[in-house]
């Protein structure tokens, strides 16, 4: 069974940091670029980071430039997302998802229709 779980989701207060895992089983990630999205209530599922198969080129969106940082580790067939200087405003589910990509140097941020492989989520709570 393919699988995609999120892990590290929280509280945390202002300011502060969380690193939130999405590991996978089932298949290995080495032929997947990894985007995270999060969905706040009442809104839309957004993009926030993605990472290309290699670990080569990473993008955020606007929201998590200079604050979050995307990595991944093949080889524990797991991705991360740092989230620094969080803010009450990042408070949402938070999820990994896996796009089948033949470019080992691209992901597609945000375009949630590219990936085929979405986790459970994870909860992401900024309050004090």
């Known amino acids: 069974q393919l699988q995609l779980v999120e892990s590290g989701g929280g509280l945390v207060q202002p300011g502060g940091s969380l690193r939130l895992s999405c590991a996978a089983s089932g298949f290995t990630l080495d032929y997947y670029a990894i985007g995270w999205f999060r969905q706040a209530p009442g809104k839309e599922r957004e993009g926030v980071s993605c990472i290309s198969r290699s670990g080569i080129n990473t993008a955020y969106t606007d929201s998590g430039k200079g604050r979050f940082t995307v990595s991944r580790d093949n080889a524990k067939n797991t991705v991360y997302l740092q989230m620094n200087n969080m803010r009450p405003e990042d408070t949402a589910v938070y999820y990994c998802?896996?796009?089948?990509?033949?470019?080992?140097?691209?992901?597609?941020?945000?375009?949630?229709?590219?990936?085929?492989?979405w986790g459970q989520g994870t909860q992401v709570t900024v309050s004090s």
């Open positions: 998802a896996a796009d089948w990509i033949s470019s080992p140097a691209m992901c597609m941020l945000g375009v949630k229709g590219r990936y085929g492989y």
